[in-house]
């Protein structure tokens, strides 16, 4: 990534930035590649089986990544058909190996500001209501930390792919019949926490096409993905 040269952008009081931070949540970034064959939603019934030598049917985290992938197969006109199921859908869910990337970061740039004071100018009235004489006052204000703006600066991190990948086959023929890919990458080793943003950007591409990889942008607080994590709370 190349080195952005430092730059200030703007001046702002810490209690504004402060405002102003506290109602962004920045999105998270899905990419999903999906192919399908035509007519390839015909067929809706299915068999869920892992597509992961090291991961077996019977694992506790197989168990736990087919129920909420289930769930969003059935929002998507699927369902399960046992071994009469005219098609096998394989599972893969799985966190890469590390890579290291290069990520620009605004780190902001603070100025203490002087004190300053000024004469505050108070008038004495008489009985009659009338100013006689002024008295005068000294008002202190004192020293403040401002952001004076922010500097673009360049780190290396350490990041990894959870990646989220169903393959449809036809059971009599082997055939391919359509599949999704989805993959979300930070810093974070998290798989179950980066699931819900894998299935909810999967879902609307489920035995679609995509022209390439598409980039899903899904905020933390969105409410789509808090009703899919309420789902999984509750039996998911």
């Not at 703007?10 to 102003?20: S, T």
């Not at 736990?64 to 992938?69: H, P």
């Not at 699927?78 to 990520?103: C, H, K, N, R, T």
């Amino acid at each position: 990534m190349k080195m952005n040269q430092p730059m200030v952008r703007f001046l702002l009081p810490l209690a504004a930035v402060g405002l102003l931070l506290a109602g962004c949540t920045s999105p998270r970034e899905v990419y999903v590649d999906a192919l399908a064959a035509p007519e390839a939603g015909s067929q809706r019934q299915f068999v869920l089986v892992s597509d992961m030598e090291e991961v077996q049917e019977s694992d506790l985290f197989f168990k736990e990544v087919r129920r909420r992938v289930e769930k969003i197969l059935h929002d998507a006109g699927f369902s399960p058909g046992g071994e009469a199921a005219p098609i096998e859908i394989g599972l893969e869910a799985f966190l890469s190996e590390p890579m290291v990337q290069s990520q620009t970061r605004s780190e902001p740039i603070y100025a203490r500001t002087r004190g300053t004071s000024h004469i505050v100018a108070t008038p004495i009235v008489n009985s009659d209501g009338k100013v006689v004489r002024f008295a005068y006052t000294s008002v202190w204000s004192p020293p403040r930390t401002e952001i004076a703006g922010y500097v673009d600066q360049e780190r290396q991190v350490t990041v990894h792919d959870k990646v989220l990948r169903l393959k449809a086959r036809d059971r009599s023929s082997g055939e391919e019949v359509w599949t999704v890919s989805a993959r979300l990458r930070s810093p974070s080793t998290d798989f179950r926490a980066a699931l819900p943003y894998l299935l909810l950007a999967a879902r609307p591409y489920i035995a679609e096409r995509t022209e390439g990889e598409v980039v899903i942008r899904i905020r933390p607080d969105s409410e789509e993905l808090q009703s899919l994590r309420d789902r999984f709370a509750h039996g998911g």
